[in-house]
């Protein structure tokens, strides 16, 4: 099986400080994505990551930086956290699409709340 | 025009009822689709891939994808309470190594 973990399922922070977000999978995924959820407005990618090193920006990277040093781990950062931050974050991996598969699994989630 | 579009809800259906499940797309090129469902304050958990038209069963869960006319459906047998949840359709566009997931549609298995 999949699994996705990520390090925090709630978190709660003040305006301005320096958040970090971490994600691990153990499936050798080429691909891993960050996406923020909110009520209404479904999931919008923030950032994602095709390749060690590698990122590309989403719909919604403003406010938000990331880092991937290893396959297997994708950090989200927020750089001075604000109250319009506040959401559910969700880290995501899947194989190449090259493959012939192209699913997307997810980790639990971090609820970030800034105060 | 959304790329994705699912009818909000709620979608409620009676226990063991059968419960359907739409969405209909733009973007032509599209090549493969996904089912999730996501139970409140969880994160989504992929239920069905489908990338051919067609059928495509898996226990009681069945995918219907139809390219010509854009759309892809997923229906529930035996409904219940436990599948009470947010299901969101999503699909990679043509050319693009990023999914693009529909708002979900809330279903309600009223026992």
């Known amino acids: 099986d999949v699994k996705v973990t990520q390090s925090s399922r709630y978190l709660v922070k003040r305006t301005g400080e320096k958040v970090f977000l971490e994600c691990v999978q153990d499936?050798?995924?080429?691909?891993m994505f960050w996406y923020r959820q909110d009520p209404g407005l479904g999931l919008r990618l923030i950032y994602f990551?095709?390749?060690?090193?590698?990122?590309e920006k989403g719909d919604i990277p403003e406010g938000y930086s990331v880092s991937r040093e290893k396959k297997e781990r994708f950090s989200l950062i927020l750089e001075s956290a604000s109250t319009n931050q506040t959401s559910m974050y969700l880290c995501?991996?899947?194989?190449?699409?090259?493959?012939?598969?192209?699913?997307?699994?997810f980790g639990p989630g971090t609820r970030l709340t800034v105060t | 025009q959304k790329e994705v579009e699912q009818n909000s809800g709620p979608l409620s259906v009676p226990e063991g009822a059968i419960a359907s499940l739409n969405c209909t797309y733009s973007?032509?090129?599209?090549?493969?689709f996904f089912w999730y469902r996501q139970y409140s304050g969880k994160s989504p958990e992929l239920i069905m891939s489908?990338?051919?038209?067609g059928d495509k069963e898996d226990g009681r869960f069945t995918a219907q994808l139809n390219k010509a006319s854009q759309y892809v459906s997923l229906l529930i047998r035996d409904s219940q309470p436990s599948d009470s949840a947010t299901y969101l359709c999503a699909l990679l566009p043509g050319g693009y190594q990023k999914v693009t997931f529909g708002t979900g549609t809330k279903l309600q298995v009223i026992p």
């Open positions: 995501a991996s899947s194989g190449r699409l090259l493959a012939g598969s192209y699913e997307q699994y």
């Open positions: 973007d032509r090129g599209s090549q493969s």
């Open positions: 499936m050798d995924h080429e691909n």
């Open positions: 990551s095709y390749d060690v090193k590698m990122k």
């Open positions: 489908i990338y051919s038209n």
